[in-house]
């Protein structure tokens, strides 16, 4: 009797191995060549691999003082460090002109009347108002409730929309989640 034929599990499982083994000597000679040839890895007395000579490819400058050290890097002219208001125009105006509405949302829908579940759309401007978040408000039993929509403001502009199944006459308006600037309302007829 054989060793196999005693013991088939015992004999597949030697055989297992050894092809495991053929094969990972094989693998590891593929690699240590193409590390030979790519110039991966070097050797101990291979300078660039060891960092001790000629195999350097970054170069950093010494750094070297201007030649004015010392000395101021503005100079005034004589009498302005006593007359820091010459820098500011009397003239130029601090605040928005009077004839300027002052920055607000602005809201605008689109839709003036839709059925019961149609799509209003909302659009507006609100131009010192970048990145903000603004909630959709509805105005219910004598006050405004969010409504549940949000639109970010994006190069001054926003825009969302919104579908609503109670009938009547409709206001809504626009939020500032983070300051609770408000935007214009708009009405829209649903039925």
Excluded at 3 to 21: D, I, K
Excluded at 80 to 100: H, K, T, Y
Excluded at 118 to 136: C, F, K, N, P, S
Aim: hydrophobic letters at 35%; proline letters at 6%.
């Amino acid at each position: 009797m054989r060793f196999g034929e005693e013991r088939p599990v015992l004999a597949g499982l030697v055989a297992l191995f050894g092809v495991a083994l053929a094969v990972g000597v094989i693998l590891g000679g593929v690699v240590m060549l193409g590390a030979k040839v790519t110039g991966i890895g070097g050797s101990a007395s291979d300078p660039a691999a060891t960092g001790t000579g000629g195999g350097e490819t970054l170069y950093i400058p010494e750094f070297t003082a201007p030649d004015h050290a010392g000395e101021p890097t503005v100079t005034l002219a004589p009498g302005d460090e006593d007359e820091p208001e010459d820098l500011v125009d009397p003239e130029a105006s601090v605040g928005p002109d009077e004839d300027e509405e002052p920055e607000s949302i602005n809201l605008s829908a689109s839709q003036t009347s839709v059925s019961p579940m149609g799509r209003i759309d909302l659009t507006g401007t609100w131009r010192t108002g970048e990145g903000a978040i603004l909630m959709v408000q509805r105005f219910d039993n004598g006050g405004w409730i969010d409504f549940g929509v949000t639109a970010s403001v994006r190069g001054q502009t926003f825009s969302t929309y919104i579908q609503t199944g109670r009938p009547g006459e409709q206001r809504f308006r626009m939020r500032d989640t983070d300051s609770d600037a408000v935007s214009n309302e708009v009405t829209v007829a649903v039925g």
